[in-house]
């Protein structure tokens, strides 16, 4: 079993949908949990660290199941800028995240 | 965030020649990463580059294939070397966040590499 897990999608939504992305993760002892975002030929960047409380960031929630070793990301109103690939990132004792492949979103009008 | 660069931005070779991929931050920073992402593929970490020291590899890779250099605490260099067309990927570097934390990482725009 990989380490960390997503399913690549693509993800093909209406422009204002809401949509979801899992990520499991093999370590039960992992420690930190953060989402990326990727745009196509470019560098991934950070988009939201993953509290074990949740946290919300305008359109965007992140929420961490440690009993089921997941990490989701929702995006409500889906806008066509939101097209792009999101990586999940999970750390254990190194502290190094080790990433997933991505899940890729196309927004459409 | 740190502003990095990478030189080169993308680049053809042949196979058998060896590239050496500069990586530039704009401010200090303790630990830099050298990561590959190979199409449809995650983020892979080749190695972790300290000043003053030897680069530590992950499984599978090495230092006479992947050599790194780390002269200084902005500026570091990955070559890859004897180069084959499995090595076609991105080469990304990148670099713990402001606060010295590890598991924040900030990227730079990546070599894009293709081997013929």
């Known amino acids: 079993r990989k380490e960390v897990e997503q399913d690549p999608g693509p993800f093909n939504v209406p422009e204002g949908a809401t949509v979801a992305f899992n990520c499991t993760y093999s370590?039960?002892?992992?420690?930190?949990f953060f989402w990326y975002r990727q745009d196509c030929r470019k560098e991934p960047k950070l988009l939201m660290s993953?509290?074990?409380s949740g946290n919300e960031d305008g359109r965007f929630t992140a929420q961490l199941n440690r009993a089921s070793q997941y990490i989701s990301l929702l995006i409500r109103d889906s806008k066509l800028s939101d097209s792009a690939t999101y990586l999940c990132?999970?750390?254990?004792?190194?502290?190094?995240?080790?990433f997933g492949r991505g899940t890729s979103l196309i927004v459409h009008p | 965030s740190a502003v990095i660069s990478q030189k080169p931005s993308r680049d053809i070779c042949q196979r058998g020649t060896s590239l050496t991929i500069q990586c530039q931050v704009d401010s200090q920073v303790t630990m830099m990463f050298w990561y590959r992402q190979q199409p449809g593929q995650s983020l892979t970490l080749i190695a972790t580059a300290n000043q003053g020291s030897e680069a530590t590899y992950e499984s599978g890779f090495v230092i006479d294939k992947f050599p790194i250099s780390r002269p200084n605490l902005t500026f570091s260099t990955l070559t890859v070397s004897n180069m084959s067309p499995e090595d076609s990927s991105i080469y990304l570097c990148s670099v713990e966040d402001s606060w010295g934390r590890r598991d924040t990482q900030y990227f730079g725009p990546g070599t894009r590499l293709t081997v013929l």
């Open positions: 993953v509290y074990s």
């Open positions: 370590n039960s002892a992992s420690q930190s």
């Open positions: 990132a999970v750390t254990t004792g190194s502290y190094i995240p080790t």
